[in-house]
């Protein structure tokens, strides 16, 4: 009886821990449009054949955070002008945005857009993207960009 009552038990409690009532974090934003805007300046580049490693660096704003600090390290095509970006935004309270970008340079700027594809904290579920568009980097490297889309986290 001990056995068949310890069995009942512990199934019990195994029953209990997988209720469906418990909630899920609520989302902060579902497919809400956003802006955000960089200032970045180029902190490194390596001609590698036909190509040029960047990094840049540097800080602005998403609508839904008001300091956002960017590192994006890409790949520049010399032969087309097209870029492959891997991004991190890293928000005020320290969470991180991970995303991908793909831009095109142009002769009076550069446009492109941004896939969200994962992140920390309040961002650990973060979708969405946005379509961007900036100026090149001047003689000092610097140069800024403005993003509009949509973002569910």
């Known amino acids: 009886m001990k056995k068949l ?8 409690l195994l029953i209990g821990s ?14 809400q449009p956003f ?16 190509t040029v490693k960047v990094v840049v660096e540097g800080a602005g704003s998403f609508s839904f955070d008001p300091d956002v600090k960017l590192y994006d390290a890409f790949t520049f095509n010399l032969s087309n002008g097209s870029a492959s ?3 991190t935004y890293t928000a005020t ?4 945005i991970f995303a991908e970008m793909v831009t095109q340079a142009g ?12 992140g920390t904290g309040r961002f650990a579920k973060i979708t969405g ?10 003689k000092n490297g610097a140069g800024n960009w403005k993003e509009t889309g949509k973002i569910t986290f």
Do not use: R, W
Request: overall charge negative.
């Open 5 to 12: 009552m310890i069995a009942l038990i512990s199934s019990g």
């Open 18 to 31: 997988c209720s469906s009532d418990e909630k899920l974090p609520a989302l902060e934003m579902e497919n």
């Open 35 to 50: 802006i955000g805007t960089m200032n970045y300046v180029v902190t490194s580049q390596t001609v590698v054949g036909n």
């Open 85 to 87: 970006h891997v991004v």
């Open 93 to 96: 309270n320290g969470d991180k």
């Open 107 to 118: 002769e009076t700027g550069v446009e492109g857009s941004t896939l969200f594809t994962g």
């Open 129 to 138: 993207g946005s379509k961007n568009l900036g100026t090149q980097p001047d």
